[in-house]
């Protein structure tokens, strides 16, 4: 069974960092890309960034670049997304996802990231 | 970057047929996936590249993808079916993956 755990919300002030995580299990992180999306309150789905299957590449929503990094340690299952320069409008739940070329198959259950200013 | 155009809600009775549209610029010549959020809950993938469905979604779960609108079609809609869903493309801008703004199924 695929499970995705993510951690890390909290609250911050704006311009502070966080790093999130995702703990995988159910299937082998090196043979899948990882996303991660997010969800602002009350608002739809934005997805922020993804690594290659081969985790040599990694791509990123305007807003994201240059200011999060999208990374994995295949040894520990674990994926993350470290986060500097927070705003407000970063506020959002923000899911792990499996992706699977051009789709994505299975979403954790987020963790909340506030970003207070 | 492409944009996909979804009404913001659909009403439908229980033992109908809703059908949900997922607007955009040629769509019909990119795969559509379809995901379903109930609330308080995360996202499940419900249909892949236009109509395949994955393990365990309902037969009653359907899609289609043509010209300018691709639609997901849900028959006999239960009260379960209430969520908000989102279609989904793959585009080669500098967003590669984009979301439609999402219809909210009410099963009245």
């Known amino acids: 069974e695929v499970k995705l755990l993510e951690s890390g919300g909290a609250l911050v002030q704006a311009g502070e960092s966080l790093r999130l995580s995702c703990a995988v299990s159910?299937?082998?992180?090196?043979?899948?890309?990882m996303s991660w999306a997010r969800q602002a309150p009350g608002k739809g789905l934005e997805w922020i960034s993804t690594i290659s299957v081969s985790g040599g590449s990694r791509f990123y929503t305007q807003s994201a670049k240059g200011r999060f990094t999208i990374s994995r340690d295949i040894s520990q299952s674990m994926v993350y997304l470290q986060m500097s320069g927070l705003r407000g409008d970063d506020t959002a739940v923000y899911y792990c996802?499996?992706?699977?070329?051009?789709?994505?198959?299975?979403w954790g259950q987020g963790t909340l990231v506030t970003v207070s200013s | 970057s492409y944009v996909l155009t979804q009404a913001a809600s659909v009403s439908v009775a229980p033992g109908q047929t809703a059908k949900i549209t997922c607007g955009g610029p040629s769509i019909g010549s990119r795969g559509v996936h379809w995901y379903q959020q109930k609330p308080g809950q995360a996202p499940v993938l419900v249909i892949f590249y236009d109509s395949e469905r994955p393990s365990g979604i309902p037969e009653r779960f359907s899609g289609a993808n043509s010209g300018d609108a691709a639609t997901l079609t849900i028959n006999r809609v239960e009260v379960g079916d209430e969520a908000d869903y989102y279609c989904q493309v793959w585009d080669s801008s500098s967003v590669p993956r984009v979301f439609g703004g999402g219809t909210r199924l009410t099963v009245l």
């Open positions: 159910g299937f082998k992180l090196s043979d899948f890309a």
């Open positions: 996802v499996q992706s699977q070329g051009y789709y994505d198959s299975f």
